[in-house]
C-alpha cells in the first residue's frame, strides 16, 4: 500500500530534512550568459540547451512521467531544499550550466551558491543550495552532477598545469567527450586555461598525417597559404614540426614567402629520462630557433610533472589533451539531509 500524504510528511520532518509543503512557487531563474563569472566559448552550431534536453531525455527514457521511483515516493507538491557538499579539494565549474540543468526541468526552482565558477572549494564545504519542487530536484540531481564533478575535474587539473606552466599558456585539444566539446573547453577556461581550437572548422592545423600526404611541409604550408589567398579567408595557421629540420624548413619557407603561418607546433621534443625527468634542450633549440616570429606550441609528454619545466624554455603555449581526455571527476554531491551526508562522510573521510 501506498504511504499517505500525511505520513510522508511526518517521516519528511523527522527525519530532519528541510522541507516544505505545497509552499508558493518561487520565480524560475536561467542563468544568463551576462551574469556568468566565466563564460562559455563561442561555436557557430553548438546547441548547449540542446545538450542538457539530450542529457534528461537520457535519463526520462521512453517514460511520459520521467522519473518512476520519484512518482511512486513524492507527493506532487512537496518542497525541499538540497545543497551541494564538496567531497574533495578542487576548483568549482559547472554552476552556471547547473542552473541552467534545473531552469529547464523546472523554472521554478530557485538556486542560489556562496562560490562562483572557477573559485576553489574545500572537502565538506556546502556551496549551494537549490529549493522547490522535491521531484524536480531530485530529477535534475544526476545530470546537474554529472555536468558540474566533469567540469570541475576538468577545471581543477588545468588549474594546477596553468600555475605550473607559467609565463606558458595551458591549451586543451580536440581530445574531448564527443557531444560535449563546448561543456570540456568550458571547464578549461574557467579553470584558467586557454582554449585551443574548437573544431576543424576555426582554424588550420597541419599536423603530420597531412604533411605525409602533401609530401613534405613547405608543400604542405604552401598548400593552405593558396587556398586561403584564392578564397580570401582569414584564420589563424599552425603547423605541426617533429624535428629541428622541418622547423628550420618551415622558417627557410617563411623568410622567402608571404605566409598566413602565425604558429609552429614543436611535437614530441620533450624527452622523457629513466629517472622520472625530461630533457627539453630540443625544445629549447627550436624555440630559440624560432626567436619570437610565430607563436611556438609544445605538445607531447606534458604532465603534472613536467609541465614547470616544459614552461621555462620560453614556448608560448603547452597543449594537454590529458586534460579533458583523462578527467579526474571531482566529488561533488546534493543532499538534503546534509547532516546524514556529513556524518556518513566523516565515517568514510570522503567530508
Not at 76 to 88: C, I, N, P, R, S
Not at 304 to 324: C, F, N, P, R
Not at 338 to 345: F, H
Request: net charge negative.
Amino acid at each position: 500500500m501506498m504511504p499517505s500524504f500525511d505520513s510522508l510528511r511526518c517521516c519528511a520532518i523527522s527525519c530532519g530534512r528541510i522541507v516544505r509543503m505545497a509552499a508558493a512557487a518561487t520565480e524560475g531563474h536561467a542563468a544568463s550568459f551576462e551574469r556568468m563569472a566565466v563564460k562559455p566559448p563561442s561555436h557557430p552550431t553548438y546547441d548547449l540547451k540542446g545538450v542538457i534536453k539530450l542529457a534528461l531525455a537520457e535519463d526520462a527514457g521512453d517514460r511520459v512521467l520521467g522519473d518512476v521511483t520519484c512518482m511512486a515516493t513524492i507527493p506532487a507538491d512537496m518542497e525541499v531544499e538540497a545543497h551541494f557538499l564538496a567531497k574533495e579539494d578542487g576548483v568549482v565549474a559547472g554552476i552556471a550550466l547547473a542552473e541552467m540543468v534545473f531552469h529547464e526541468v523546472d523554472p521554478s526552482l530557485t538556486v542560489d551558491w556562496s562560490k562562483k565558477d572557477g573559485e576553489h572549494i574545500h572537502k565538506g564545504l556546502q556551496f549551494g543550495r537549490v529549493s522547490g519542487r522535491a521531484y524536480s530536484v531530485v530529477v535534475a540531481e544526476r545530470v546537474v552532477l554529472n555536468f558540474m564533478q566533469r567540469m570541475s575535474g576538468i577545471a581543477t587539473l588545468t588549474k594546477a598545469m596553468a600555475d605550473a606552466a607559467h609565463p606558458a599558456r595551458i591549451l586543451e585539444t580536440r581530445k574531448t567527450a564527443p557531444v560535449l566539446r563546448l561543456v570540456d573547453k568550458w571547464a578549461v577556461l574557467i579553470g584558467g586555461g586557454k582554449n585551443h581550437r574548437m573544431g576543424l572548422f576555426d582554424m588550420v592545423m597541419i599536423k603530420d598525417n597531412h604533411i605525409s600526404i602533401a609530401g613534405g611541409v613547405t608543400n604542405a604550408i604552401r598548400s593552405v597559404d593558396m587556398y586561403l589567398k584564392q578564397r580570401n579567408l582569414q584564420m589563424e595557421v599552425e603547423v605541426e614540426t617533429r624535428t629541428l629540420k622541418e622547423v628550420k624548413e618551415v622558417l627557410n619557407y617563411a623568410s622567402e614567402t608571404n605566409t598566413s603561418l602565425t604558429r609552429i607546433m614543436l611535437d614530441n621534443m620533450v624527452i622523457p629520462l629513466s629517472n622520472g625527468d625530461v630533457d627539453v634542450s630540443m625544445l629549447q633549440e627550436a624555440v630559440g630557433l624560432i626567436d619570437g616570429k610565430f607563436e611556438t606550441e609544445a605538445s607531447g609528454n606534458v604532465t603534472l610533472e613536467t609541465v614547470h619545466k616544459i614552461g621555462q624554455t620560453g614556448v608560448t603555449y603547452i597543449s594537454s589533451g590529458a586534460l579533458t581526455h583523462s578527467v579526474k571527476a571531482l566529488d561533488i554531491s546534493l543532499k538534503i539531509d546534509t547532516d546524514l551526508a556529513l556524518e556518513v562522510g566523516r565515517r568514510t573521510k570522503r567530508a
